[in-house]
């Protein structure tokens, strides 16, 4: 059984801190300076805030070991919060867009106090970046679908941060003000491409996509490395669930091979794929000679 590792929900429970902290940094930015900008950037923490509890709250549910009603874990969890990351960034790029179109509509440009609100903002997105790339490190080494998504969602933050700090300091260098929402419109679109990303990678793993083409090549090698003995195997299938890797074909043995021979093939593969794949779970069907498939995998 694959185990999750205690980082991530150490890292998942961070977040939620982080958010909070930078959430304020944020709102204190805009109070100082008024700008539209930087209240929509605002607004997006408040997101950031709803997405770290439920990915923290979606990396202890998947950690429970399997039981009677789920016998295959509850890996996928974590997917459902990578989803919801998803639409909040997508919902945090729509509060942006209202707030930005409706300083442009009311045709108000008024920016106060820019340094200090300026730097305090820089502060909360170089804290974000800084934590962003955390997470999403050791989501991926730890192949935590919620850490990578909390991850991803808080860099385009960074990324909303940086473009709103470019447009007030052009909008103050070039006494155009209008450059404050116009700008915001744009981060926005960019925000919403990157929703879009993490609601896809996410469900596809809901939908039981097949490992990527370099693993499924890895799991190919270790059973031909590990399979003397047996003549051919056939209907390889996988799927990733967060840290688990199942894996499952058919393998083909002599007829006339005994039990405790085939089990010891089996048990020689199985221990390879778990040292090449970490967290892998594997099922193996073996089947006498007749049974092999002109399209499978000879092994001898």
């Not at 509890?53 to 990578?82: I, L, N, Q």
């Not at 919801?84 to 942006?96: H, P, R, T």
């Not at 820089?122 to 997470?135: C, D, S």
């Not at 190919?220 to 669930?241: M, P």
Request: proline share 3%.
């Amino acid at each position: 059984m694959a185990a999750q590792s205690p980082n991530v929900s150490r890292l998942a429970g961070a977040s939620i801190v982080v958010a909070i902290g930078v959430m304020g940094l944020k709102f204190l930015a805009w109070w100082l300076t008024g700008s539209v900008a930087l209240y929509s950037d605002a607004l997006e923490s408040i997101v950031n805030v709803i997405a770290a509890t439920a990915a923290f709250m979606a990396v202890r549910y998947a950690a429970r070991p399997a039981d009677s009603g789920h016998p295959f874990g509850h890996h996928k969890a974590e997917y459902f919060s990578a989803v919801l990351e998803g639409i909040l960034i997508a919902v945090a790029a729509l509060l942006i867009v209202h707030e930005a179109t409706n300083a442009l509509l009311a045709g108000v440009y008024k920016i106060d106090a820019p340094g200090p609100g300026l730097a305090i903002n820089m502060l909360a997105a170089v804290i974000n970046g800084v934590f962003a790339t955390i997470l999403i490190r050791a989501g991926r080494k730890n192949r935590s679908p919620a850490l990578v998504a909390d991850g991803k969602h808080i860099m385009a933050d960074v990324v909303t941060s940086a473009g709103v700090l470019v447009g007030l300091v052009l909008a103050l260098a070039t006494g155009l003000y209008l450059l404050d929402p116009v700008l915001a419109i744009l981060v926005a679109l960019n925000i919403l491409r990157e929703g879009w990303h993490v609601i896809s990678e996410s469900v596809d793993g809901l939908m039981d996509r097949a490992v990527d083409g370099e693993e499924a090549k890895r799991i190919e090698a270790v059973i031909r490395s590990r399979a003397a003995g047996a003549i051919e195997v056939h209907d390889i299938r996988t799927r990733a669930a967060g840290p688990a890797t199942f894996i499952e074909f058919h393998l083909i043995v002599d007829a006339a091979m005994t039990v405790e021979t085939s089990h010891s093939i089996c048990d020689r593969i199985e221990a390879g794929l778990h040292e090449a794949v970490p967290g892998a779970r594997v099922t193996i069907h073996v089947e006498p000679d007749h049974k092999a498939k002109d399209e499978g995998l000879v092994l001898t």
